[in-house]
């Protein structure tokens, strides 16, 4: 199970913070990816990391601007947005594959706009 937060209305060049609440696996074992889909768009890989955090990377198009983090003791998995820009206007979904299946939650939506 996967809980998004934090999403919200930004103006560009602002900053936002998403968070993913994880349970019902263990969490500290599976690697996790942010993904978004834009209004009329597919969804889109934004960023991905590894089990401990050892190996991040990042979609060309946020690379330098966002930063993905988890936290095991707590969790979470969180993506750090900074210098947003209308194009990252959004709904953002946290992301991993258990047993092949992909696991997506409900989403938060992300609005660039001033």
């Known amino acids: 199970h996967l809980v998004e937060s934090g999403g919200g209305l930004v103006q560009p060049g602002g900053s936002l913070r998403l968070s993913c609440a994880a349970s019902?696996?263990?969490?500290?074992?599976?690697?996790m990816n942010w993904y978004r889909q834009a209004p009329g768009k597919e969804r889109e890989w934004v960023a991905f990391?590894?089990?401990?955090?050892?190996?991040?990377s990042y979609a060309d198009s946020v690379k330098g601007r966002f930063t993905i983090t988890r936290d095991n003791a707590k969790d979470t998995v969180d993506l750090q947005m900074n210098n947003l820009k209308p194009e990252d206007t959004a709904v953002y979904y946290c992301?991993?594959?258990?047993?092949?299946?992909?696991?997506w939650g409900q989403g938060t939506l992300v609005t660039v706009s001033s």
């Open positions: 990391i590894t089990e401990t955090s050892v190996v991040t």
């Open positions: 992301n991993t594959k258990i047993q092949g299946v992909d696991e």
């Open positions: 019902g696996f263990w969490f500290s074992s599976y690697p």
